[in-house]
């Protein structure tokens, strides 16, 4: 883990902050910052109410939850809180009183939320403010039930246009800082609705709620290109569609009898988002929300104008294909000693041999029969739409190259042939009778090895130096389903850190190396992420 140079206060500070930028997606300090900025000239107790809010959470969640920093100081822990103590405002600017009402409804939905939040995301979905909404309707049921007033606000002037101006200019600036085309996108398709929903009614409707669903719009266009799925390759047409959903929603709200009581608050975007979430299949929903992944994606388009993605496998990419760790001596004789395998042993001592041939016959009947699976074929496409640009393996199965990547570099050679080791002839396997009896030799003289690298025994320079220039140009590397923990694999990584390139460990578990700033640990089977991660890419399968 690395170290926190921040101090608790610091923590609490920029958890607050960045609560308040989850209000609208974003997601740093100084855009929640912005944000509240912006709110405070165009409703100063609203401001006042979400980040009354947001500490209260921040509270909840630090001293009385007692999660872990990590949890909320992201601020999505947090932003429950900051939503409602927002549409507090009314409440707060006519009695302070309230806020004690207002930290009991926080309290009320930190008591649901995790519930909320891992039903949602057990079927997929972002949870995004469910958790608030459902607590702001009861609230608001409440308040009516007893014949109070939610929403009036209890305000001097309404704001003039300078500070409208200022207010959406740096909400704009924040949203920019985020992501500059999702902001000027969602802009452009959000004025379109507005102008749509004020002109398209018989009624022109009052410019306030025109600017509440200009704005709720915005959100939804804006959320999905740059925070909940950065770099989809359909973000953009998914965001469209979830702004017309959203817009269809809103319109449609007030003339449903039995909703038409209740205000719609976000429900309409949230429902819109959903929507675009249900399109994708469940197991690929739940990858597409891990921030880790979303980092590969973004990495991986950066990369394919940049000079590519080098990927170093291992056995884990091969499990699924039913092939042992080649490796770590999965396929060696049982009850044999490990030394018997050795370099040395091969040249030196016959019985070494005769185990070494017969223990490398039974991994080529499994591999020759073992078919690449989708991991294998997802490399392929990820190659033939030029995100990644070498594949390097720890194993000798051939798997990538029946699934059709181009020049894969073999460190440990492959099982499918063998080799002279004096002329360095490559040859066919011979009958199994030409080891087991006598030793096999070349027409030179030299003793004959299936051509994968023992124990012991250099790997070849020309393949070394294939493997090194692969890495040297390289923008992000992907280590997929091995433990990094030969010597060979760990130079590769430490070469590509040296760049500081940023290097993606995919697999079940953790790697056997230290870990450095730049790496990110994805723990995932290949063969589920690769395929998730090429949708995401919007890459069709593989052509082998
Ligand atoms: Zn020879």
Redesign the pocket.
Known sequence: MLADTKTPWQTYASAWLNAQAQVVFLSTPLQGFLFLVALSLFSPWGAAGMALGALMALFICAFVLRQHPLEWRNGFNLFDGAVIGLLWAGLLSRDMQSAILLAMAIAACYAMRFKLVSTAYSYGFPSLGVASLVTLWAAIYVTLYFGGDFWSMRMRSEPGTLSMCLAGMCLLAAMLLQNVRAALFALAGSGLAALLFYFAQDYPPPVGSTIVLGFTVFLVLFSLPATLLPGHAKAYPMAALAGLVTLGLELAWPHVNTLSSVPSLMAPMFLGIWVVFAFFKIEHRLIFLDPGVQALAKHLQEASSQGGAVVLTGAGISTASGIPDYTRGDWLEAGVPLATYNYAGFVHNRYSRLMYWNSCFRFLKTASQAQANPAHLTLTALQQAGFVTTVITQNVDGLHQKAGTEGTVELHGNIDHVH??????SKTWPEPASWQHSDTF?????FLKPAVIAFGEDISLTTWVQAQQAVSTCSVMLVIGTQAAVTSALALIEQARQRQVPCFFIMPGYPACVLTANDRLLFYKAESLLPALADYLGLSKAKP
Do not use: K, Q, V
Request: charge should be negative; charged fraction near 10%; aromatic fraction near 0%.
């Open positions: 002279c080791l004096l002329c360095g002839a070349c027409e030179c003289g030299g």
